[in-house]
């Protein structure tokens, strides 16, 4: 079955700063790969997803990630954060053969100093 | 707002008890997902719905039911409640039950089980 770790727990950057957040999968496949972030108290939004072509993906708010096979990784980026990106950011991997069973990373805290 | 809802947003009940969640998906949506977040297990897949039928099953103990009605709808039955069952349950939606679509969330269900 796939599975993903996200190796960071939690991260602090300061407002302006530039964001990245890793993430690594493993599927013996072709993986379909999601970003999702998740305010506190709310659901997940889904930021950009990653399924075939171009491997730098882009999202909502300014976000993007690049597919990586050789490293198998799927890692999160912005140029400059701002404090409304804090929050609580989970990679998901999709099988492709096992009719959208998801499995999410344990996820990665953002905290956005002023 | 993703357009899915779940009812109710706060559970608190005892164990031994048995309670049900409800989510309405998003208007147009055949798919609906469960999944239970908690701190020590991080966001799990239950089990997946479409148009009435059931299409996958993730970590779902035999304690716990779902079903899809004709309008949609789904419920998630959890019965002889443990403490170790206090999560948030989220309910999550698609267009269709093939592997890709986007997942919604609805806001979740917090079960706190005393």
């Known amino acids: 079955a796939q599975s993903v770790t996200q190796p960071d727990i939690h991260i602090t950057v300061s407002e302006g700063a530039s964001l990245e957040l890793r993430c690594n999968y493993s599927?013996?496949?072709?993986?379909?790969l999601f970003w999702y972030v998740q305010s506190p108290g709310q659901g997940l939004q889904l930021l950009l997803k990653?399924?075939?072509?171009?491997?730098l993906v882009q999202g909502i708010k300014g976000f993007e990630a690049e597919f990586k096979r050789s490293q198998s990784s799927f890692n999160l980026r912005k140029p400059s954060v701002h404090w409304s990106d804090a929050a609580e950011y989970f990679c998901?991997?999709?099988?492709?053969?096992?009719?959208?069973?998801?499995?999410f990373g344990a996820g990665t805290r953002l905290t956005v100093k002023p | 707002d993703s357009g899915v809802t779940q009812t109710p947003k706060h559970l608190i009940t005892a164990t031994g008890q048995r309670v049900t969640l409800r989510c309405s998906p998003r208007?147009?949506?055949?798919?609906v997902y469960w999944y239970q977040q908690s701190l020590d297990q991080g966001l799990q897949f239950l089990i997946q719905?479409?148009?009435?039928?059931?299409?996958a099953k993730g970590n779902i103990l035999e304690r716990f039911s779902a079903q899809q009605f004709p309008d949609l709808h789904s419920e998630l039955n959890l019965s002889s409640l443990e403490l170790g069952d206090s999560a948030l349950y989220f309910c999550?939606?698609?267009?269709?039950?093939?592997?890709?679509?986007?997942?919604?969330f609805g806001p979740g269900t917090r079960l706190t089980v005393l």
């Open positions: 208007s147009g949506d055949l798919s």
């Open positions: 990653y399924f075939s072509g171009d491997t």
């Open positions: 998901a991997v999709g099988a492709l053969y096992n009719n959208n069973d998801m499995r």
């Open positions: 999550a939606s698609s267009v269709a039950g093939a592997y890709g679509n986007e997942q919604f």
């Open positions: 719905y479409y148009n009435g039928e059931e299409r």
């Open positions: 599927y013996g496949a072709t993986p379909y």
